[in-house]
Each structure stands twice: as structure tokens, then as C-alpha cells.
């Protein structure tokens, strides 16, 4: 039996409808050594026209595997891709989503939560830009501390993106606290005033909250793995930046110099009538 390759093939422009190819075939071959012999020479066939494609650098191969669990998706891939040069090949799994995504998610959440409480344009970017400055402060800090210190190799390969996940949406709500403190200052005097104002009241809560997050995290690096050391480790520096830097200094600091301009939507000052 001869596979049609234009059956398996979507020309562009075309709509994908997997729908379209039925999950069970006919068996191709009259036994399992025809089989073996027709895959190794396919496979040669493949690993050519792999290099072929690379050196062009014009068309790519979309394999996808989709089935049930202990269906065969990774005996197929093993039996399949194994004379494939591994370094010309992208894998990706549809069951979950990649740390990579999880972390875009959370800052497109961050931005579309800041811009819905702050009711402003140019503020959730300035917030969001202090608190990724504030992580990657923690993150280089605790390779320092891991590498140079302590002698370790390397991070897990997931703790900056746990870290930075729980950083920037800790970030987040001290800047909704901090910055609206200082929005509803600015009602009734200038920007430079209400900051003053403001901040120090702000900064008293935000730095017990910070004390006590630290100390919880840190109660982490007591459990003997080293997953839990590192994230106990960048937690407290992270946090220490946030809450003694970052929202005591960053965050005011900008919201000064932005001005006007980076005001919440319908902040007005507050008129005095005359006395009479």
C-alpha cells in the first residue's frame, strides 16, 4: 500500500482540520520485517532531506502526534525521528502549558490588572518595568551568592521562573497600595506633596509586610533540597529590594517624574471654595 503524501499535505493559506484524516488506517505492510526494512530506509530518506531543508532554510516539517495516553505517541517518535539530526528539530507538548508561557501570562495579567485599578496608560508600564528590574537584581544576587559563595554549579532550571512569578505579582499589589496612596493624596495638593505624604504611611505597612514575607520564605532553605534553598534565598533578596528600594524610592520617584502625564483617568485636584 502506497501513502499518498498529498492526502498529509496543507498547502498555504488552507484551513487545518484534523478532522479531515481519520486515526485508524490500514496496515501498510504484510509483516513486521517488510516494516523494518521500509523504516530504515525512510528514516536515510528523511535525515538526507533534513539537511537538504536545513541548508536551504526556506520550509519546515509539522509533525503532530495526537492521541490518547500509552497510545504509541512516543514509541512513534523514537521509531520515527531517531536518524533525525536532534538539533534541527523543535519539541512541544499540548498538555500544559511551558514555564516560557506561564511567565508571559502573568505579565500580560499584571499590565491588564494595573491598567483596570490604576485607570491609567503609561503608570502599569513604569510599575511593571520597576518590579523586573527588581527581580532581575534578586536573580543575579543569588547566582552570586549560590556560585561565588557557596560554590553550587548552577540554579534549577525552574526556580527563576517560580521566583519570578511570585515576585511580580508580589510587586504588583505593593504598587497598587503605594502608588494609589499617593493618587488619593494628589486630590488634594500637588504630586511632590502628596508623595511626601503619602509615602512614609505607605512605606511603614509595606515594610512589616515585607519583613514577614521574608521570614516565611525563609523558613524554606531549612528543608534539605536544593530547589527550596535557592528559592528560599532569592524570595528574601527579592523581597528586601522590593520593599526597601523598589516601592520606598523607585516606584515615588517615578510616579514624580512621570507627572501629569502618567495620572490616573479623572484625577483631578480637588478645588477649594473661596472664603467668604
Known amino acids: 500500500m502506497k501513502i499518498e503524501t498529498k492526502d498529509c499535505r496543507v498547502r498555504e493559506g488552507e484551513t487545518v482540520k484534523l478532522k479531515k484524516w481519520p486515526t485508524r488506517v490500514k496496515p501498510f505492510y504484510r509483516s513486521n520485517d517488510e516494516y523494518r526494512d521500509t523504516l530504515n530506509r525512510h528514516v536515510e530518506k528523511l535525515s538526507d532531506l533534513q539537511e ?30 531517531f536518524g533525525v539530526n ?5 519539541g512541544f507538548s499540548f498538555k500544559h502549558p511551558s514555564a516560557t ?7 500580560s ?12 496608560l503609561i503608570a502599569p508600564f513604569y510599575l511593571l518595568a520597576a518590579s523586573v528590574l527588581a527581580l532581575l537584581s534578586a536573580l543575579g544576587l543569588t547566582v552570586w551568592v549560590f556560585q561565588r559563595i557557596l560554590g553550587y554549579g548552577s540554579l534549577v ?16 499589589d505593593y504598587n497598587l497600595f503605594v ?6 493624596e494628589a486630590r488634594r495638593r500637588p504630586v511632590r506633596d502628596a508623595v511626601a505624604t503619602a509615602v512614609p504611611r505607605a512605606s511603614r505597612a509595606i515594610t512589616t ?10 523558613v524554606l532553605a531549612l528543608v534539605p533540597l536544593d530547589q527550596f534553598r535557592e528559592i528560599a534565598v532569592a524570595m528574601v533578596i527579592g523581597i528586601t529590594i522590593d520593599t526597601f528600594i523598589v516601592r520606598s524610592l523607585l516606584v515615588p520617584s517615578l510616579v514624580v517624574l ?17 472664603a467668604r
Not at 109 to 120: A, E, G, I, K, T
Not at 179 to 184: F, M, Y
Not at 210 to 215: D, T, V
Open 52 to 81: 537538504l531543508h536545513y541548508a536551504s532554510n526556506r520550509h519546515a516539517v509539522l509533525l503532530i502526534f495526537q492521541a490518547m495516553d500509552a497510545a504509541g505517541k512516543d514509541g512513534g517518535i523514537k521509531h520515527v525521528m
Open 86 to 90: 536532534p538539533q534541527g528539530c523543535q
Open 101 to 107: 508561557q506561564l511567565e508571559q501570562v502573568s505579565v
Open 109 to 120: 495579567c499584571q499590565l491588564r490588572f494595573n491598567r483596570v485599578f490604576l485607570r491609567s
Open 157 to 172: 532550571y525552574y526556580v527563576p521562573f517560580a521566583v519570578a512569578v511570585l515576585l511580580v505579582s508580589l510587586g504588583s
Open 179 to 184: 502608588v494609589g496612596r499617593i493618587w488619593e
Open 209 to 218: 509586610a515585607g519583613l514577614a514575607l521574608a521570614a516565611g520564605f525563609a
Open 258 to 274: 512621570s507627572g501629569r502625564a502618567g495620572r490616573k483617568a479623572g484625577w483631578k485636584r480637588a478645588r477649594i471654595p473661596p
